[in-house]
């Protein structure tokens, strides 16, 4: 069982129709992850798991302005739940450091967004969760290495309405990337 608080402010870069909306976009959320993990005798360095995870978070996107525009800043909710299957290296318990890995490979396979300003839901499609881990770690601290990409397929248009125009909305094609470097404490 996994569980994590984040929150972060991120560059972020949209292309309305070739105009740049680029800005700084702040995300706050939670993730929950459960595995099963099975142990092959035959990779006694490696054991196999499968889990699922879900992971809300709320995005707040700032007012700016496009060209002599200005463009009401927003939030977004999105929830989604995504299978997974992985490998990470198993633990010695030797008194030294050791390398280790992580990974698993999923699918975004249920994902609901809520924008707040026009009250519109909608369902990206599926999309590929990869996430890597490469470090080392001693008998109780870690570095390590971090990537992680969460991707999405656009929605289907739904229509919004913002008195007095009715108009077509849908979350295009979205990707997040993470890189980072982990510590952690084990006891």
């Given at each position: 069982?996994?569980?994590?608080?984040?929150?972060?402010?991120?560059?972020?870069f949209?292309?309305?129709?070739?105009?740049?909306?680029?800005?700084?976009?702040?995300?706050?959320?939670?993730?929950?992850?459960?595995?099963?993990?099975y142990?092959p005798?035959?990779?006694p360095?490696?054991?196999?798991?499968?889990?699922?995870?879900?992971?809300?978070?709320?995005r707040?996107?700032?007012?700016?302005?496009?060209?002599?525009?200005?463009v009401?800043?927003?939030?977004?909710?999105?929830?989604?739940?995504?299978?997974?299957?992985?490998?990470?290296?198993?633990?010695?318990?030797?008194?030294?450091?050791?390398?280790?890995?992580?990974?698993?490979?999923?699918?975004?396979?249920?994902?609901?967004?809520?924008?707040?300003?026009?009250?519109?839901?909608l369902?990206?499609?599926?999309?590929?969760?990869?996430?890597?881990?490469?470090?080392?770690?001693?008998?109780?601290?870690?570095?390590?290495?971090?990537?992680?990409?969460?991707?999405?397929?656009?929605?289907?248009?739904?229509?919004?309405?913002?008195?007095?125009?009715?108009?077509?909305?849908?979350?295009?094609?979205?990707?997040?990337?993470?890189?980072?470097?982990?510590?952690?404490?084990?006891?």
């Open positions: 069982v996994r569980a994590e608080l984040f929150g972060s402010r991120v560059d972020y949209a292309d309305l129709g070739g105009l740049d909306d680029s800005n700084v976009t702040d995300y706050l959320g939670l993730r929950g992850e459960y595995e099963v993990m142990e005798d035959t990779l360095r490696t054991s196999l798991y499968a889990g699922i995870g879900t992971r809300f978070f709320v707040s996107i700032p007012d700016i302005t496009i060209g002599p525009v200005l009401d800043g927003y939030q977004e909710s999105w929830w989604t739940f995504y299978p997974y299957l992985g490998a990470e290296t198993r633990r010695t318990m030797k008194p030294e450091w050791e390398f280790f890995y992580r990974w698993h490979l999923g699918l975004t396979a249920f994902t609901r967004e809520h924008i707040a300003s026009n009250d519109v839901t369902f990206p499609r599926a999309g590929v969760v990869v996430i890597s881990e490469l470090g080392f770690r001693g008998p109780r601290w870690q570095i390590s290495f971090y990537t992680e990409v969460m991707a999405w397929s656009p929605s289907r248009r739904v229509l919004a309405y913002d008195a007095p125009f009715v108009y077509q909305v849908n979350q295009p094609e979205s990707i997040n990337t993470m890189l980072g470097l982990k510590t952690g404490f084990s006891y």
